[in-house]
């Protein structure tokens, strides 16, 4: 035997191999044998390179690309019209067969919920697989394909085509995937439609390899003239079948509507038993001279129809109801189930929203709940499955007090829920800190979250002061912060510490008093000294600050405790002052509206000096506002401003104004 002889019986023998295991789900060698001729075949082939064809099985190693270049499908890849209920299906039907005047056969297939991909075979070699995309261009991940063993690289016979599949990962797959991914402590997938697209969507497609991907095809464009006297759909399925495809084995031709009907309530229940998932059946006219009568819409086949089972639910044991006091207080009930398969994911818990929808569906602890997940969204409680235990379990009662500092909770007006009524709640504070380091506020880059919950956790910040006593050493007692990052959240707090009063007033927190109204109180008052001796009256008579908001406050800056705390802000050094006279009074009288992201300045910058100027500024255009300084992206704004008439000024015609007037 020759040495080309023996490679082309190896590559036959391991693609028979491939095909038996991977399409026909039927082993054909044993583990052994078949990693014997492929040692052998990979041996052969390093030592005649030359002999080394695309086709070989010793190709469906990985490689890295760079990134996947765009390709324009040959043929256009389709989306398909949904139907929802056997009324739709009866009426797509109804049109269809209407210019025909009889009953037409149809073909349905079960919709696999994974990747849609359009591969091309010349001679019988895989050519190229690309991606759905748009449909008109989709990327080039043939290398990554080749990986996939149910992606034939040879076919049985030298044929030319292309045929539409979907790549999948079998549900079994996935769970072992994401339990691994659970026990390195990486990301886990939501689905397998997810993991098998972020499997296939690699770069590196040595990564691709080690992923269980399967596939199945259910479209073929036949470009051989022998190929072309199929004259079904079932037919050209079969054909593929023949070619070494793998085909869902699920399909079946019926005579009308009412056997699609049938077909789509019998899988609704059978499909949970699949080792992949599906979330419909493809119903598509089975005579392919028809479908090219019927033709296509804008951007569907006429000849076609997908029904789209209904959202998952499944039922499983409510054990408990958890409370978790989120960060501005509010108080939320999540259900603690006992674990169930849903959707391809195990799930133990599930959101029940707020105590008011408890109440509504009358949700008791043990009770059997029915629970749904609609595509990625964490999966919720949809009712409670009617059964002679629930009347004898205890009626759910809502919480007294927060779970986290066990404070009496209370309802706020025109707010759904319950909120801890401690200022001092861990939670609370953790919220008041971050808000207090935030872009809007004291703009501290290095301090989010995660940080602060740390910091607070070991008591080492109880509010926003503390966070300027701590010195870099004090960062690097916290898990993996060295030295160098250490210096830098230590700087980026200190140099906070210089931040203008609009901001200061911002991260106060004070009720009712965002953004907008700390920068008019800053230009009102010019320091804490200021707005701590203003009376109620002085306060409600600034424009702007309505009865409501000068109450506010005017509470605050008399409360022991913020008292307290001003105080220790201005011994740390953080106590600025506005400069009390202004530039100019050149903009007296004028009122600014900014929009849009300015050259030079920030908008705050420019607020500023409009007030230096003793100009005003406000957020909305009205017919009282003398000018609206636009920058880059304004939005509707300016469009605003042009209705009313409203000048409109750029940067440099503001930057003008100004100089010119000094
Ligand atoms: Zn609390």
Sequence with gaps: ????????????EINKSNYEYYVNENPYLTDFEYDKLFSELKEIEEKYPMFRTPDSPTQRV???????????????????????????????????CKEYNKELDLVCELKIDGLAIALTYENGIFKRGVTRGD???????????????????????PVNLEVRGEIYMPKSSFEKLNQEALENGEKVFANPRNAASGSLRQLDSTVTAKRDLSMFTYTAIFEDE??????????SIMRLKELGFKVNPNIRQVKNIKGVIDYCNEWDTKRFDLDYATDGVVIKVNDIAIQKDLGYTARAPKWATAFKFPPEQVSTKLLDIELNTGKTGVVTPVAVLEPV??????VSRASLHNFDEIKRLDIRIGDNVLIMKAAEIIPKVVKVVESDEHSSLKEYVPPLNCPACGAVLTEKEGQVGLYCSNPN??????AKIEYWA?????????????????????????????????LPQDFMMLDLIQEKSAMNIYTSIQESKTRPLNRLLTGLGIRHVGKETADILAGEFSSIEALKTATLEQLSAVEGIGEIIAQSIYDYFHDENNLKLLCELSELGINPVEKASAKSDKLAGKTFVLTGTLENMTRDEASALIKSHGG???????????????????GSKLDKAQNLGVIILTENDFLEMIEEKE
């Design 438 to 470: 935030s872009k809007e506020a004291m703009d501290i880059d290095k301090v989010g979250p995660s940080l602060i919950s740390q910091l607070y956790d070991k008591k080492m910040i109880s509010n926003f002061a503390d966070l300027y006593k701590l």
């Design 1 to 12: 035997m020759d040495v080309l002889e023996r490679i082309n019986y190896l590559k036959d």
């Design 616 to 634: 005003k500024t406000s957020s909305s255009v009205s017919k009282n506002t003398s000018y609206v300084l636009a920058g880059a992206n304004a």
């Design 62 to 96: 990985g490689s890295v690309s760079e990134k996947f270049l765009p390709y324009k499908h040959k043929y256009r890849l389709y989306s398909l019209d949904n139907s929802y209920n056997s009324e739709d299906l009866e009426k797509w039907y109804e049109r269809v």
């Design 226 to 235: 022998k190929d072309k006297k199929y004259k079904t759909h079932y037919d």
């Design 135 to 157: 449909g008109v261009t989709g990327e080039d991940i043939t290398q990554n394909l080749k990986t996939i063993k149910a992606v034939p690289l040879k076919l049985f016979e």
């Design 425 to 430: 709640c861990e939670s609370l504070m953790c």
């Design 341 to 346: 398969l849903l959707a391809g994911s195990t």
